[in-house]
């Protein structure tokens, strides 16, 4: 299978972001154990709101894909067209972007998760003062991040050309 057709497929977004969810609860289950020392626990943390985060950019980035609306050139993703308004890895802008309407809990849920997918998850301070401020008192994680986050991607899998009773439909040859 070549490139373009892995890349505008969207059960290939959806594999990966069922693969990141699993991840993500691994290491909240880890950082939650009683066992787990202090520095290897909020790396777990970090590491679990990453991949949490990561799950749901793929979620997004899937229903864009079965839209038709990733754009490829030049033998890569053009992130501009694809996603145009949207901030890197901002999973606010990409529910707009896909119009996916959401409540409070789940706004809440998108936003601090962009803190992660932004910069927390990979880097230990943020690239500006600004990011820094915003993330304060929205560093956390709790058992029902997991629910929420798995209701938004069968919200976002149900925009696609899924189906519950036979799967995601054949690739072409």
């Not at 980035?61 to 990733?70: E, F, I, N, R």
């Not at 956390?140 to 798995?150: L, M, T, V, Y």
Request: net charge positive.
């Amino acid at each position: 299978m070549d490139f373009k057709t892995k890349t505008v497929n969207a059960e290939f977004w959806f594999t990966q972001a069922s693969q990141m969810l699993a991840a993500a609860e691994v290491l909240f289950c880890a950082m939650s154990s009683r066992s787990s020392e202090m520095e290897t626990s909020v790396g777990c943390h970090k590491g679990s709101m990453f991949l949490l985060g990561i799950a749901l950019e793929n979620a997004f980035k899937g229903v864009v894909a079965s839209q038709g609306k990733l754009i490829i050139g030049r033998a890569r993703i053009d992130t501009r067209k694809s996603f145009p308004g949207c901030k890197n890895h901002n999973l606010s802008d990409l529910a707009k972007l896909v119009n996916l309407e959401t409540n409070l809990t789940e706004k809440e849920l998108l936003q601090r998760l962009s803190i992660y997918t932004i910069w927390a998850g990979k880097y230990g301070t943020p690239l500006s003062e600004t990011e820094y401020t915003n993330a304060q008192g929205h560093q956390h994680q709790s058992p029902r991040d997991f629910e929420i986050a798995k209701n938004l991607i069968f919200k976002l899998r149900a925009r696609t050309d899924f189906d519950a009773q036979s799967g995601w439909p054949e690739l072409p040859s």
